[in-house]
Structures are given as structure tokens and as C-alpha cells.
């Protein structure tokens, strides 16, 4: 069983920064695509940055492209988010998901695995 858990949201200030975690449990993380979502109030879940199993090719949504840097540690099983430049648009509950096959992608049907989500909040 894969398990994917999430840290680091919680109540942050409009131009701060943020850095959330994710821990997955099993031997094949390095072998997954990883992705970040997130689902703010009201809305469908949405992209926000995948990472391929090398971290050789990283993906970007429009809305975070040059504030956000996604990255992993295989040996640590942890994939990692930092947005910068916080905006109270950015609120919204954050999953990771890992997919087992397929390059990087932005839809999430094609993740096989998800964590229970990390609520980040950002005040104006």
C-alpha cells in the first residue's frame, strides 16, 4: 500500500512564501511521476507542478510559473513544493499524488496515488 502524506500548509501571510512536503511510503517512489494539486474553495482540483521520476523534467501550471519550484529527494522519499510571492488566490487545500507510469502529466486521473491534502490559507 502507497502512502502519501502531506505537511507544511497552514495560515500564511500574502507575499510570504511557503514550502509543503510530501512523504510516500513504499520502495517504488523513485519510479513515480509526482505531482502537486490543489482545490481551492468552490473549484476543481487543479495542476500545479509535477516532477518526472529523475527530476529531470518539471512542469509548471500558468498560475504559479516562476514563483514555484517543485523538487524530490529519492533517497528520502519526499517530494517537495516551495510558491513564493503568496497570493490569497493561492488558498486552497494541496495534495501530491504519484503516478505510477507515463511522463510528467497534468491531469489528475492519470495519478494513481493521493494524500489526504495539507489547507493552506493565505491572508491579504
Known amino acids: 500500500q502507497v502512502q502519501l502524506v502531506e505537511s507544511g500548509g497552514g495560515l500564511l501571510q500574502a507575499g510570504g512564501s511557503l514550502t509543503l512536503s510530501c512523504s510516500v511510503s513504499?520502495?517504488?517512489?523513485?519510479?513515480?511521476?509526482m505531482g502537486w494539486f490543489r482545490q481551492a474553495p468552490g473549484e476543481e482540483r487543479s495542476f500545479v507542478a509535477g516532477?518526472?521520476?529523475?527530476?529531470?523534467?518539471?512542469d509548471y501550471s500558468d498560475s504559479v510559473k516562476g514563483r514555484c519550484t517543485i523538487s524530490r529527494d529519492n533517497n528520502k522519499n519526499t517530494v517537495s513544493l516551495q510558491l513564493t510571492s503568496l497570493a490569497p488566490a493561492d488558498t486552497a487545500i494541496y495534495y501530491c499524488?504519484?503516478?505510477?507510469?507515463?511522463?510528467?502529466?497534468?491531469?489528475?486521473?492519470?495519478?494513481?496515488?493521493w494524500g489526504q491534502g495539507t489547507r493552506v490559507t493565505v491572508s491579504s
Open positions: 499524488a504519484a503516478a505510477r507510469f507515463g511522463p510528467v502529466t497534468r491531469n489528475p486521473q492519470e495519478y494513481d496515488y
Open positions: 513504499g520502495r517504488s517512489f523513485s519510479g513515480y511521476q
Open positions: 516532477i518526472s521520476p529523475s527530476a529531470t523534467s518539471t
